[in-house]
């Protein structure tokens, strides 16, 4: 009785948290407001747990549970798309764009028990998460683009500048500016040259100041040569 009360008091706290007077959270469900940067829009999302979000980001028809953080200016798009870790931080950098229908899960079912149903859950009462495995968290580095209906699986990791085709799963580690596709998905080609790549990863131009990037504005504007990445304004 007194942990059906709890969910019951749990659930209506949760219902408050659609506050009219947060005018970054539109029509949406956030368990704990304080955790999102007020220059970010939440639209008609839920996110529930221990999520932080920075700046200037955008969260549209989406899900969020558990421990994820999510980088400044980084945009995620539903519907259909939903973010889950249990055991394990899920973390994703800036400037990433992150398309409709991916599901990014940091646990999975148990295929070496008897079942893969979450039965110590639904059958005997157990906690929520105590039927998962996990291999570990999920980092997304920065400027990363997730295509559509991708799928990215538990203890991966990847790395800055990377893209992933639509309708991919991603099961192991993906290299920094690398473009993979498939099931499971494989390596297609690199953004850029090996050179241009190493000074990429050593500007880190997604840790600059909103007026840094805009003194080299050029640099965002059409292709990227090794002689623009030389010509960086301080």
């Known amino acids: 009785m007194k942990s059906l009360l709890k969910k019951i008091i749990s659930r209506l706290s949760f219902d408050s948290k659609k506050n009219k007077s947060l005018p970054n959270i ?9 955790n999102v ?4 829009t939440v639209q008609f999302s839920e996110i529930t747990g221990s999520v932080n979000v920075g700046k200037r980001c955008l969260i549209h ?9 999510i980088g400044n200016n980084t945009t995620i798009n539903g519907p ?3 973010f889950y ?5 899920v973390k994703i950098g800036s400037f990433c764009s992150i398309a409709r229908g991916t599901a990014i899960q940091e646990h999975n079912h148990n295929i070496n028990s008897i079942s893969t149903y979450f039965i110590k859950y639904r059958v005997f009462g157990e906690k929520y998460g105590v039927d998962a495995v996990s291999k570990g968290g999920i980092t997304i580095g920065n400027d990363v683009w997730i295509g559509t209906q991708s799928v990215i699986l538990t203890g991966v990791t990847i790395g800055d500048g990377a893209v992933i085709a639509a309708n991919s799963v991603v099961t192991s580690d993906i290299p920094p ?18 050179d241009i790549i190493q000074k990429l990863l050593e500007i880190e131009w997604w840790n600059w100041d909103l007026e840094k990037i805009r003194r080299n504005k050029d640099l965002f504007y059409g292709d990227l040569t ?4 030389n010509q960086i304004k301080d």
Request: hydrophobic share 30%.
């Open 26 to 34: 539109i029509d949406s469900k956030v368990q704990n407001p304080s």
């Open 37 to 40: 940067d007020a220059s970010t």
């Open 61 to 69: 028809k989406t899900r969020l549970s558990g421990q994820i953080s």
């Open 80 to 82: 259909g798309t939903e």
């Open 85 to 89: 870790s249990i055991e394990y931080p």
């Open 177 to 194: 500016y690398a473009i993979v596709g498939g099931t499971p998905a494989r390596v297609l080609k690199y953004r850029f040259s090996d």
């Open 226 to 229: 090794l002689e623009k990445l």
